[in-house]
């Protein structure tokens, strides 16, 4: 529900000062006894001050009055529809139809850009018209000599058969950069003043939507809505990421653990984390492993929310060296003490519907403007 004005909060007053109390509002699921300081904390948290937390629980008991309309803040500028005010938009030409109780693969789709020069943009936000059925869509740029998925006819939804997936998959990890990722709670991404993402001249959007389907039919037709930059930016935003696709979690099995390394390859600043994993995925760990073996931990996330898969952007960018290990690791809750497993007595592997798991830890980095992520892996 918006609760941007007094009328539409003033119903709610008593559950926003419950789940303030409980600590479900604002959602923010860095673990406690990790120290944000440590690496200048975070600047997309939302949590309240402990004054906060009593004026809410002081304007409820006091009727949830309405304050001085003169000190009212202003309306952010938004166009109607979106969190933003996108300069363009790019979305699906129409409707896909979602059939009521099925299993839907994976759909892509190609959305030309028909840029005729690059372009660079500053906020991301990923549009479904169908919110209760989007259970995710990435947002990749695929450059015009890029061979992945050139087959397809843009515009037409396109699920890959069993055979093609795990090549379809491993291409895009490799060559394609991600632009952005939508999943439940997340945010348009708003990118560090001098910094931007990179849309060549000639690059398609394609777009990879997980649907989930509900109890009657329904169609969705996303959008995804761009800010342009006003200036070329001084460093390029690149999304990156490690997981685990080997995973075999044995049944009941409520700390379950799968870890994953590698070296960057070039130097670069760290400037946000995302981990994804499903409904079994209770923590989520971030750290660098220093020659000697000391482990620095960027972040922790326990517990890990499958409802609330947040991007974690770091107040003050992280640098990294060429060389630097990066250590990823997932914790996994299979038993039936967790109140949203599917199934305890099932062994789990990876896959992409909801009652299978993933470990992927995403990551964005910011290197020279002038580079690409090409560039950035030639060693």
Known sequence: M??????????????IREVVKLKKMPPWFVDPSFSEADHG?????????????????????GGALEGSKKETPKAIRRTEGWNTSPDIVIGMPKAFAIPAKKTIEYQYVILPSNFTYDRWVSQVEVRPSNFKTVHHAVVFVRPAGSPWLRELKPGEMYAPPATDRDAVRKARETQEDILAVYTPG????????????????????????????????????????????????KMQLITLQMGRDDLAIPPGDASYRAS??????????????????????????????????????????????????????????????????????GWFDNSKNNPRNPD????????????????????????????????????
């Open 2 to 15: 918006p609760l941007v004005t007094y009328a539409q909060t003033r119903p709610w007053a008593r559950s």
């Open 41 to 61: 904390g975070f600047s997309n948290n939302p949590s309240l001050t402990p004054d906060e937390k009593i004026a809410i629980d002081a304007w409820v008991e």
């Open 186 to 233: 997340s945010a348009a991404a708003v990118f560090p003043a001098g910094m931007a993402k990179k849309i060549p001249a000639g690059a398609d959007i394609v777009l990879q939507l997980h649907y989930t389907a509900l109890d009657t039919d329904a169609t969705d037709q996303t959008e995804v809505g761009l800010v342009v930059a006003q200036e070329k930016p």
């Open 260 to 329: 994953v390394s590698g070296i960057i390859p070039g130097d670069a600043l760290l400037v946000s984390l995302f981990p994804h994993m499903h409904m079994r995925g209770s923590a989520f760990e971030y750290a660098v492993v220093a020659p000697e073996g000391h482990i620095d931990t960027l972040l922790r996330v326990k517990p890990f929310d499958f409802l609330w898969q947040l991007t974690y952007w770091f107040k003050t960018p992280v640098p990294l060296k060429k060389g630097t290990r990066l250590r990823w690791t």
């Open 344 to 379: 305890p007595s099932a062994e789990v592997h990876w896959g992409e519907q909801s009652w299978e798991e993933m470990m992927i830890g995403f990551f964005d980095v910011a290197i020279d403007a002038d580079s690409d992520k090409r560039k950035f892996f030639v060693r």
